[in-house]
């Protein structure tokens, strides 16, 4: 595998940075992780402490970027939340996932750097799918899954364990000819590809 795949990247769109988590940004994710409407549909400790964030940022500065990515999402001065690309080369796939705190929600800011990740992940791993998964009860991430051209194709039954309770999630995924296809045709003229800097 080529050291390009190694290295961490830095994503630009209209309005975030996406860029690998520092230390610095513990206490930027302590403030939007331990927020109650945050953790509600995430298997996230219960309270989340400083020490929870700490771990968190100390794995994701860990993250081997050959085959997984982990961003943190910076808006303004602030991490306001994470974006995470797990690839599997064997199948071609990658797994996305993201978490926003709730005073972003609603402006778009998940959508806009989840389509950054998604068109990076396909251009750099030559990824044959990208799928991503969400509690069945959360509609705000389905709608970003939606808005990205993604098409559900089912519900896991019983597939996370939360707080003592096993819980459906509801998953959804788009291929790379429909992925270009969408680019292609202008189906969102508002999306504004991102542009990547190896670090």
Not at 13 to 33: Q, S
Not at 40 to 47: H, T
Not at 75 to 103: A, D, F, K, M, Q
């Amino acid at each position: 595998m080529s050291q390009h795949r190694n290295k961490p990247v830095v994503l630009r769109t209209a309005r975030l940075l996406l860029r690998p988590f520092e230390f610095t940004d513990v206490d930027d994710v302590c403030a939007y992780a331990s927020d109650p409407e945050v953790a509600r549909f995430r298997p996230l400790p219960d309270p989340y402490t400083r020490e929870d964030a700490l771990g968190f940022v100390n794995r994701q500065i860990r993250t081997n970027w050959s085959r997984d990515a982990e961003f943190a999402i910076v808006y303004g001065p602030r991490v306001i939340g994470g974006l995470s690309l797990h690839v599997n080369s064997e199948h071609e796939t990658g797994e996305l996932g993201y978490l926003l705190g709730r005073r972003w929600w609603g402006h778009g800011l998940a959508t806009e750097a989840a389509r950054a990740v998604v068109d990076w992940g396909f251009r750099r791993f030559g990824l044959h799918k990208v799928y991503a998964r969400a509690h069945v009860d959360n509609k705000g991430s389905w709608r970003v899954m939606e808005r990205l051209g993604m098409t559900r194709e089912g519900v896991l039954r019983g597939h996370w364990k939360m707080r003592d309770e096993h819980v459906d999630l509801v998953y959804y995924a788009v291929f790379r000819d429909e992925w270009a296809l969408r680019a292609d045709s202008g189906a969102d003229p508002s999306a504004k590809k991102a542009q990547d800097v190896n670090v």
